[in-house]
């Protein structure tokens, strides 16, 4: 049965359609993007909202939705790693499952379709083997002794290949510049070959001071872990520019870039996508990037959500609206654009994802008042 469907406005891709347009759907795909003069009007549907594709949400840590509430917002980065390490493991492996679930049904029900997750443990695995969302699970590996790196790059792959042998889809990724030798990123990117990599870049100044050669509070993490890193000597620039000349991977996705510098967008190609995680930027830090710096790269940025020890919920319209309150640079439609498509491109799963195609129930329907962007429904 064929179903003839019009809106308020209808976004695909990089842009909305034509007021005019009609989405001609058949068994939940759409067979035919046309207009309304090739319709008889008695058989088209309204939408009284604005329909989108499903969301993608490039950048999670769905096993740490257990820390919700747990950790104090406006500590900074560094106070905030020292909660993770010391709560991460506070509840039972089936405490943890739950609240994991809980976190892929909320997401789900927030028109999330697919989500770029970084995974420490297996802990999310059996949520995801039954999720209604597409993951693509992003092995973290952490280590800044490069002694250290072939064995830390081992243990990796054993979790990697423990997510494929669920059938689940993964790639290995260095946890940060301040946490992953340049030994160990070789090493992945090798592994990676021309897939994905993701990395958490420059989300606090902390970082800076940290490769500058300045006094950091890194240096006091790895105090506070018994860590010794006296065989670290700072490159004196930007963390950026140090390792992502070792990055070869095809898609390279930079997370919360809230202190990156001009000087380092330049630096990078048309292989890198910016991704945005502004509530949880908020949270740790209570500081967002320098949007003015990415005004031109709207083909190349995405959005995260970030874990919920991070953020007060997995709401990809709660991301855009924050972006929308705090500046003026991109407009809601470029906004969308890296909700929906560009996620998709960067996760690579653009074919199924990102586009008005495919099945009718990875639709959006949107309200935009007031400069606030919500959910009303799941298209079905």
Request: aromatic share 10%; hydrophobic share 35%.
């Amino acid at each position: 049965m064929l179903r003839f469907l019009s809106a308020k406005q209808i976004f695909n891709q990089t842009k909305f359609l034509e007021q005019d347009t009609v989405l001609v759907v058949e068994f939940d795909k759409v067979k035919e993007i046309t207009t309304k003069n090739d319709v008889s009007i008695d058989k088209i549907e309204f939408i009284d909202g604005i329909i989108t594709p499903g969301f993608v949400n490039t950048h999670c840590h769905t096993e740490l939705s257990h820390l919700k509430g747990k950790i104090n917002t406006h500590i900074g980065l560094i106070e905030f790693a020292k909660n993770i390490v010391n709560k991460r493991n506070d509840l039972s492996l089936n405490e943890i499952e739950t609240h994991t679930q809980a976190a892929d049904e909320l997401m789900f029900k927030n028109g999330i379709v697919a989500v770029g997750d970084i995974c420490n443990t297996n802990h999310s695995l059996p949520v995801k083997k039954n999720s209604k969302i597409y993951y693509h699970n992003f092995i973290e590996l952490i280590g800044l002794n490069p002694k250290h790196a072939e064995h830390n790059f081992n243990e990796g792959l054993k979790l990697y290949n423990l997510f494929l042998s669920n059938g689940q889809k993964a790639t290995l990724a260095p946890h940060a510049p301040y946490s992953t030798s340049l030994q160990l990123i070789k090493l992945i990117e090798k592994q990676n070959a021309l897939n994905i990599s993701t990395i958490h870049n420059q989300e606090s100044i902390e970082e800076t001071y940290f490769f500058e050669g300045e006094k950091s509070k890194v240096n006091d993490l790895y105090d506070y872990l018994n860590i010794p890193i006296t065989f670290f000597s700072p490159p004196k620039t930007s963390s950026l520019k140090n390792y992502l000349p070792y990055f070869n991977s095809k898609k390279n996705i930079l997370v919360h870039n809230t202190f990156t510098e001009i000087t380092d967008v330049e630096f990078t190609n048309d292989f890198v996508f910016w991704c945005f995680c502004p509530n949880a930027n908020l949270y740790i830090e209570n500081c967002l990037p320098n949007y003015k710096l990415f005004q031109n790269k709207i083909n190349s940025i995405c959005i995260g959500t970030d874990s919920l020890a991070s953020n007060f919920s997995l709401d990809i319209c709660s991301e855009i609206n924050t972006i929308l309150n705090h500046s003026t640079v991109f407009t809601l439609e470029q906004l969308l654009q890296a909700a929906t498509y560009n996620g998709a491109v960067a996760l690579q799963i653009d074919d199924n994802f990102g586009s008005i195609k495919g099945n009718i129930t990875s639709f959006n329907v949107l309200e935009f008042k007031n400069n606030n962007l919500k959910l009303v429904s799941k298209l079905k």
